[in-house]
């Protein structure tokens, strides 16, 4: 069974952020630049909420707003949840499914080591039954 901090040490521990007071285009157009789907809000080296392409079109785009006059603390989720570096992936995966998020932030002992989205979740889980399938395989084989 693999862990969050297992999937962060595969696919990098980078965590794309935007300021509170960053306009909501400035988000936007860095999560078009990184082609990802979140940013993790941080003040003070701290994070303090999450914004997604989902807090984009309904808060902006469907509410009249324009992205280039509103700001990220206008529309950014301040109940964060996170995973643990030590959690399962199954375990995230059922968060992830029960609440219908697709990014966590992942902390270690309070501090930010990275984000999972549910696709590196999912990669991980497969990546995982090939192994067994190949292993399998190789069994009958020999």
Not at 74 to 87: G, S, V, W
Request: glycine letters at 6%.
């Amino acid at each position: 069974m693999s862990t969050v901090g297992q999937v962060l040490r595969e696919k990098g521990s980078y965590v794309c952020s935007v300021g509170p007071d960053d306009t909501v285009y400035d988000a936007i157009r860095k999560m078009a630049d990184e082609d990802i789907g979140s940013l993790v809000v941080i003040e003070n080296d701290k994070p303090i909420g999450i914004i997604t392409e989902r807090h984009y079109s309904r808060n902006v785009a469907l509410k009249g707003r324009t992205s280039p006059a509103t700001r990220v603390r206008d529309i950014m989720e301040t109940k964060i949840l996170y995973a643990r570096a030590d959690q399962s992936v199954e375990e995230c995966m059922m968060v992830m499914t029960d609440r219908k998020v697709r990014h966590l932030p992942v902390l270690d002992r309070e501090k930010l080591v990275g984000i999972v989205s549910i696709g590196d979740l999912v990669k991980n889980i497969i990546k995982n039954q090939e192994f067994v399938i190949d292993q399998l395989v190789h069994y009958i084989h020999a």
